[in-house]
């Protein structure tokens, strides 16, 4: 399976938004011609080579580690499926709360207008995404990761009141990061070439959601009151936090004999894996502060993320 990329959106500086019809209707004209279905589009009866990765090896949360080097070659194949099945299965947790704030946000509106159409066709790709997301775990044999239950609950929370920029900006900081991540892998001849193929019909489609979600935040940004933009960077910073440190389970850890809290301790203070984290966020970091969303003391949860 072949397509062409569009260009990632941390290449596009920020500008002024453009018309949010004329925007969405393009969207669908692009969503119409280039879209997937991973029910059929992935061959998932293909065998797995056994000596291929999950993702980049570099992308692992103990690359570089002396628990990484302690690992033979097998070990660190298993680690990786299990580290992109703990990132899918996650991923999956993100756009369920993603998709209620879509719906949320567009409740009462016009069916007719195309920025209702396209929230839609968008939540249609997320819930894609996420049978795409469950039958690679389910392919690979790995566990369905998911948050520890704190986390979930603050999610739901989050999906209950959760408008505005904030709501836009959180969809961004889960695609924008998984972007970067997923450009990298599928173009990885060392990674197996199910996660390859999940990865570019992902890149391909998220790309439009990103899209989407930068044009509405620097659309809704200059019209938040003087004392609104505090609790909107708040909030994005908290997402950050959350993000950053539950896309990889601790539980991965055990799939090759590893301690997991030993394991998690070590990937924490990774600084390889938090630097790779700080490359993949710098376009959103760079976009967020543009608009206003990062600054004053959500400074400090930005820092806490590792992504700054």
């Not at 209620?100 to 066709?121: E, F, K, M, N, S």
């Not at 998911?146 to 009141?161: D, E, I, N, T, Y």
């Not at 990298?184 to 439009?208: C, F, G, N, W, Y």
Request: glycine share 6%; hydrophobic share 40%; proline share 7%.
């Amino acid at each position: 399976m072949t397509a062409t990329l569009p260009p990632t959106a941390t290449d596009r500086p920020a500008r002024r938004p453009v018309d949010r019809q004329e925007l969405s209707s393009r969207l669908l004209g692009s969503a119409a011609k280039k879209s997937y279905d991973p029910v059929i589009d992935i061959d998932w009866a293909a065998p797995l080579p056994t000596q291929l990765y999950g993702l980049s090896p570099e992308w692992s949360t103990l690359y570089g580690t002396p628990l990484w080097d302690s690992l033979d070659h097998e070990q660190r194949v298993v680690l990786t499926i299990h580290e992109y099945c703990s990132i899918s299965g996650v991923g999956i947790w993100l756009e369920c709360l993603l998709m209620q704030l879509i719906l949320r946000d567009i409740a009462g509106d016009d069916p007719a207008l195309p920025h209702v159409q396209w929230a839609l066709t968008e939540i249609a790709d997320e819930c894609r995404h996420s049978v795409m997301f469950a039958r690679t775990a389910e392919t690979f044999g790995a566990p369905s990761y998911q948050p520890p239950s704190s986390v979930q609950r603050l999610g739901r929370a989050f999906a209950a009141k959760g408008a505005g920029p904030a709501a836009y900006a959180a969809i961004l900081v889960t695609e924008e990061i998984l972007d970067i991540f997923q450009r990298d892998l599928m173009k990885d001849e060392r990674v197996q070439p199910l996660t390859r193929a999940i990865s570019r019909i992902h890149v391909v489609e998220e790309a439009r959601h990103m899209r989407f979600a930068r044009e509405e935040i620097a659309r809704r940004t200059p019209e938040l009151s003087r004392w609104q933009p505090r609790k909107h960077r708040t909030a994005v910073a908290a997402v950050a936090v959350i993000v950053a440190e539950n896309l990889v389970q601790p539980a991965v850890y055990a799939s090759v004999g590893l301690d997991p809290r030993e394991a998690r301790a070590a990937a924490r203070a990774n600084e390889h894996y938090r630097s790779k984290l700080r490359d993949a966020s710098a376009g959103l970091v760079s976009f967020l502060r543009e608009v206003g969303l990062i600054g004053g003391p959500s400074e400090r949860l930005w820092r806490r993320s590792g992504l700054i």
